[in-house]
């Protein structure tokens, strides 16, 4: 809770909570993806079977780029402390 209200900045609350976005991006784009197919289904059986092909792609390539975009923010995080410790060993 201390490193909500860290007003310098010095601990990211981004790098403890990843996780826990990841599984609540996770289960809205399941949300998603389940509600599409049943109203696609009550479209037409026609919107239903290509629904019921689709809707797992598009659910799969969302997963995908949610894992992607977070380990990137990760990414930039720990290129941010690994140029401290540099910094704080006089690399720079």
Same mark, same amino acid.
């Given at each position: 809770?201390? +490193?909500?209200?860290?007003?310098?900045?010095?601990?990211?609350?981004?790098?403890?909570?990843?996780?826990? &976005?990841?599984?609540?991006?996770?289960?809205?784009?399941?949300? !998603?993806? &389940?509600?599409?197919?049943?109203?696609?289904?009550?479209? /037409? @059986?026609? #919107? *239903?079977?290509?629904?019921?092909?689709?809707? @797992? &792609? /598009? !659910?799969?390539?969302?997963? &995908?780029?949610? +894992?992607? !975009?977070?380990?990137?923010?990760?990414?930039?995080?720990?290129?941010?402390?690994?140029? *401290?410790?540099? +910094? *704080?060993?006089? /690399? #720079?």
């Amino acid at each position: 809770m201390t +490193r909500l209200f860290d007003l310098s900045f010095d601990n990211y609350v981004t790098t403890s909570i990843i996780k826990v &976005l990841f599984v609540a991006a996770v289960v809205a784009e399941t949300i !998603w993806a &389940l509600t599409t197919l049943v109203s696609a289904f009550n479209a /037409g @059986p026609t #919107f *239903g079977l290509l629904a019921l092909f689709l809707v @797992p &792609l /598009g !659910w799969l390539l969302a997963v &995908l780029l949610t +894992r992607v !975009w977070m380990e990137l923010l990760i990414v930039i995080f720990k290129i941010k402390e690994d140029l *401290g410790a540099i +910094r *704080g060993n006089g /690399g #720079f």
